[in-house]
Antibody, heavy 124, light 110 residues
């Protein structure tokens, strides 16, 4: 059974870059879409963006200028970089897998596996 | 882009049936699939409904989903409520390669 594990610094200074990695175990990163979702304290879920195993991406328009998501198939992991962070970027960050909808169909739009999440605090 | 609007909170008694709504602000709700996620306190979200009305294996048939073009909304219905159903529920859809979550509904079973 595939499992996802987020890792990265729990504390980032304002104006710096947040960097997280999601390691995929129990399954291959190939063929699937991989997303980052975040949840500010006490608030709802916000989609950050996704990367396809081939490297193509799509981002939340509200974050697009600051976000980069990349994939490393050789290491079976994918990563998030969010630049120029502020306190508003303080959140629990989840990595997720898009679903296999059958045959050659893989979708980024239904996230069927989630990591446990990692908390990132932006503070000086 | 569009928004998905959910009631902030809903309460219902054990054994009863509750329906949670999710209204799309623009564009048709039937154009793109809707998913529903359950998030219990301290846990990651899990899917209870995908592709409008399909249940993942392991999700009881007490959970059902539907979409209604006339109200441009999706609904999650939970019958035979138990205290285990107490959680936050998020609807989610997409358009033009952008994923959107609703703000979530806190379901209290008391």
């Amino acid at each position: 059974q595939v499992q996802l594990q987020e890792s990265g610094p729990g504390l980032v200074k304002p104006s710096e870059t947040l960097s997280l990695t999601c390691t995929v175990s129990g399954g291959a990163i190939s063929s699937y879409y991989w997303s980052w979702i975040r949840q500010p304290p006490g608030k709802g879920l916000e989609w950050i963006g996704y990367v396809y195993y081939s490297g193509s991406t799509s981002y939340n328009p509200s974050l697009k200028s600051r976000v980069r998501i990349s994939v490393d198939t050789s290491k079976n992991h994918f990563s998030l970089r969010l630049s120029s962070v502020t306190a508003a970027d303080t959140a629990l960050y989840y990595c997720t897998r898009g679903s296999h909808c059958g045959g050659d169909c893989y979708s980024p739009y239904h996230m069927d596996v989630w990591g446990k999440g990692t908390t990132v605090t932006v503070s000086s | 882009n569009f928004m998905l609007t959910q009631p902030h909170s809903v309460s219902e008694s054990p054994g009863k049936t509750v329906t949670l709504s999710c209204t799309r602000s623009s564009g048709s709700i039937v154009t793109n699939y809707v998913q529903w996620y359950q998030q219990r306190p301290g846990s990651s979200p899990t899917t209870v409904i995908f592709e409008d009305n399909r249940r993942p294996s392991g999700v009881p048939d007490r959970f059902s989903g539907s979409v209604d073009s006339s109200s441009n909304s999706a609904s999650l219905t939970i019958s035979g409520l138990t205290t285990e159903d107490e959680a936050d529920y998020y609807c989610q859809s997409y358009d033009s390669d952008v994923v959107v979550f609703g703000g979530g509904t806190r379901l209290t079973v008391l």
